[in-house]
């Protein structure tokens, strides 16, 4: 918006040439983005792990909703970070030396089942749907040039509509968790004293960002399955994760 209307008054008050003005609206609400971006995230990061308990919880949601790198260290580098506020963000390294604590959440009833989300799969089937249709008409109305262009987009499509509706069918759990236990899709069940550092994890890449249900066996062997296609939220499936971890040990007493 700060583009536009730089560019806009530029242009209004024949400072420069229309494209110029352009060019120099678009560079100025870049930087203008910039510069609040990293002057707000420092003060956003000493506001926030001040006064969270759970430090370690809220670097994760930082991560996942990008306000964070992947690497997860709230001392990052910022130019416009002042001396003060660095030795602030250097503070509050200290409390990711003390483990988060959580409790058991009683309102998790004893089994919880994960499967495909059925919305998101559906309108994903109907946009391809519509995108093979549309390449089809481009197949058989256009020149010979066209034809082969909606051919290979068609075959994209068609293949991706063919995966998306085997989600769309299949509506056995994905996930089963409960107070014993893990069970992914057709595998054996798995109880949570064979398994170890079960959480959510976020993989970034740019601007995506893709979580996964990860956890440790006792052979120390990593499954991570991505819960992007699920009908459950990262902080809900950490939530499922804690309680049914924390219920487990607990009934160990």
Same mark, same amino acid.
């Given at each position: ?20 003005? =352009? ?21 956003? =990061? ?6 969270? %308990? ?22 990052? /580098? ?16 200290? %409390? ?10 009683? /309102? ?36 010979? /040039?066209?034809?082969?262009?909606? #051919? ?24 089963? #968790? ?41 052979? &120390?062997? &990593? ?18 994760? %804690?309680?049914?971890?924390? %219920? &487990?040990?607990?009934? /160990?007493?």
């Amino acid at each position: 918006m700060s583009t536009i209307i730089f560019s806009i008054i530029l242009g209004e008050l024949d400072i420069l040439e229309e494209n110029t003005a =352009l060019i120099i609206g678009v560079i100025f609400g870049i930087t203008l983005t910039i510069t609040i971006r990293y002057l707000l995230i420092t003060k956003w =990061l000493i506001w926030a792990f001040s006064n969270v %308990r759970n430090v370690h919880e809220l670097r994760r949601h930082s991560i996942r909703q990008k306000l964070l790198f992947e690497t997860g260290s709230i001392f990052q /580098k910022n130019p416009l970070c002042s001396k003060k506020d660095k030795l602030k963000l250097r503070a509050l390294e200290d %409390r990711f030396n003390i483990e988060d604590i959580y409790e058991a959440d009683v /309102k998790t009833s004893k089994q919880n089942k994960i499967h495909f989300a059925f919305t998101t799969t559906l309108l994903i089937s109907i946009a391809l749907l519509v995108g093979v249709c549309s390449c089809l008409f481009l197949m058989f109305n256009y020149e010979e /040039k066209e034809f082969y262009i909606g #051919l290979f987009l068609g075959v994209g499509c068609l293949y991706m509509l063919k995966e998306s509706s085997k989600k769309l069918i299949n509506r056995k759990p994905q996930v089963t #968790l409960n107070d014993d236990g893990i069970t992914i899709n057709k595998h054996e069940f798995l109880c949570w004293a064979d398994i170890y550092e079960e959480k959510v994890t976020t993989d970034t890449n740019g601007s995506n960002v893709v979580n996964f249900l990860t956890f440790c066996d006792e052979d &120390y062997n &990593y499954t991570k399955i991505e819960i992007k296609n699920l009908n459950i939220s990262p902080s809900k499936l950490e939530n499922l994760l %804690r309680t049914y971890r924390i %219920r &487990y040990n607990n009934n /160990k007493v």
